[in-house]
């Protein structure tokens, strides 16, 4: 599709630093004029590189940039030894090592599962299943999501 193509030419900017942090996207007008498509298929290409956090829509602004910095994690690490003293799971270990600042939010409901869930659980009809959702943050950004 036309919008993934604009979205990936804007990624790759992003990506490799001709698009830094902070720096201003092309006007939607300009991506137009220069991708020869319409409003609609800029706005939709802007709209996924929102989805993905690489930029952020500002009024009288535009499409800014995020400032991100990538975060290694290295899951074969998570079953390294920690150094004695260290409570810590793993995830905030990892990023407390690269000098980040780890937090999240945890949430256990009660549920009573859609149909898909309920037949992998083998659940009868009407029984409830307990649900645990994790919200990771690296720096106060959203970093992850788990069921």
Do not use: W
């Amino acid at each position: 599709m036309l919008y993934q193509q604009v979205a990936s030419e804007l990624r790759r900017a992003i990506y490799s630093g001709v698009l830094g942090p902070g720096a201003q996207l092309p006007t939607e007008a300009q991506l137009m004029e220069d991708h020869g498509v319409s409003r609609n298929t800029v706005r939709l290409a802007l709209g996924e590189l929102v989805n993905e956090g690489l930029v952020t829509r500002t009024p009288r602004r535009g499409t800014v940039v995020r400032d991100r910095r990538p975060l290694l994690i290295y899951p074969q690490r998570e079953l390294e030894p920690q150094p004695s003293g260290e409570l810590r799971e793993a995830f905030a270990y990892a990023v407390g090592q690269e000098g980040r600042a780890p937090s999240q939010y945890i949430e256990v409901l009660t549920v009573s599962p859609v149909e898909e869930i309920a037949s992998r659980l083998e659940l009868a009809d009407g029984e409830l299943a307990v649900v645990r959702r994790r919200l990771r943050f690296v720096d106060g950004q959203p970093y992850n999501t788990n069921d």
